[in-house]
């Protein structure tokens, strides 16, 4: 999967967008790590035809014509992060229907093709019923907007709907596919559809802290966009690069331990299938467990946005309480800057 970059720069058309710091972290963590999953195709089925023609078609054919589904991994996954004791994002995918909906000359696009045949509809019995035995099960249901959001909050508010028309509850947060935004109007439109956080901002091919340590608040209110740390595709291959691979989630993870930061990362559920990508199932594990050993909390960006949330309350009002008994604000602490720009 490719990504757009995000049209404008933080902060172009926001007179500003500062850094939340996160003071305390559940447990007394010394840094956060948020788990989450992009469920893009969790249904192999066609495509196999077409990766048959890049790659080790025998298997792929094979895949074709089986009744299995390497693709579909949740429950893999959930076995993973219950035995480590953790929990994850996972944002569902709600994309519009290309003969049905879109123009007709997307119609003629071999990629359009391609994205189309991996469709899923959320409403299915086998994906409603696995959101479900998710948000049962304490991990998080989130939204992935479709490839055309961004700037289109009506769909991205009948998208949120269908979600949790199937959750029978509330989603407060998710990331665009694609990482497509326009800053900051995607934000606002998340904003506006009751969306209370973003893990859109960041990079398909680079891993980084590069908006810094800490979730930023783009607007003068408890939303919050948690950056993208890492992406599993923008990685050494664990498979033939096992300690490249290694050294890299290192290198981030010591540092966001050394500044107190919040790490994203994004494990495609896909990814989990070791046939098809040998090394990067073995590699989040490792990856957890390091940061657990490195003091982390480790969890859904949902949750610690909810930490987040409650002290940028509780230091909201005691700059108000400052400020009834002094008359002024002499340390406002509502927002700190801190970490790379």
Request: charged content about 25%.
């Amino acid at each position: 999967m490719s990504a757009e970059p995000a049209t404008g720069r933080a902060g172009g058309s926001c007179p500003r967008i500062e850094p939340a710091r996160v003071r305390s972290f559940p447990d007394d963590a010394e840094f956060a790590l948020c788990l989450t999953h992009d469920v893009d195709r969790p249904y192999k089925g066609f495509r196999s035809l077409y990766y048959a023609t890049q790659e080790r078609p025998r298997y792929h054919l094979r895949t074709a014509l089986s009744s299995s589904n390497p693709y579909w991994q949740f429950e893999e996954i959930m076995a993973l992060e219950d035995e480590l004791d953790v929990r994850s994002a996972f944002y569902f995918l709600n994309e519009q229907h290309l003969l049905s909906v879109r123009p007709v000359r997307e119609w003629l696009s071999p990629s359009n093709w391609i994205q189309h045949l991996g469709r899923y509809e959320i409403t299915d019995d086998d994906i409603a019923t696995v959101v479900r035995e998710l948000d049962a099960g304490g991990w998080e249901v989130g939204l992935h907007g479709s490839y055309h959001t961004r700037n289109d909050p009506g769909r991205l508010r009948e998208e949120k709907a269908v979600l949790e028309g199937v959750l029978d509850g509330p989603v407060v947060g998710g990331r665009q596919h694609h990482l497509r935004l326009a800053v900051p109007e995607t934000w606002r439109h998340h904003r506006s559809i009751g969306l209370e956080y973003d893990a859109s901002l960041g990079s398909a091919t680079e891993c980084g802290f590069h908006a810094g340590y800490d979730p930023l608040r783009p607007f003068d209110d408890g939303f919050l966009v948690f950056p993208l740390t890492i992406m599993d595709q923008a990685l050494p291959d664990p498979g033939t690069e096992p300690i490249a691979a290694r050294r890299t989630c290192e290198r981030l993870l010591t540092a966001a331990a050394r500044n107190g930061a919040v790490m994203t990362i994004l494990w495609h559920p896909r990814f989990f299938n070791d046939r098809e990508f040998p090394g990067y199932r073995d590699l989040y594990r490792w990856l957890i467990e390091r940061a657990l050993d490195l003091g982390a909390w480790v969890g859904a960006p949902g949750t610690l946005h909810e930490t987040i949330r409650q002290e940028l309350a509780a230091r909201t009002r005691r700059d108000e309480a400052a400020f009834d008994r002094s008359g002024a604000v002499t340390h406002p602490s509502s927002v700190e800057l801190r970490g790379e720009s």
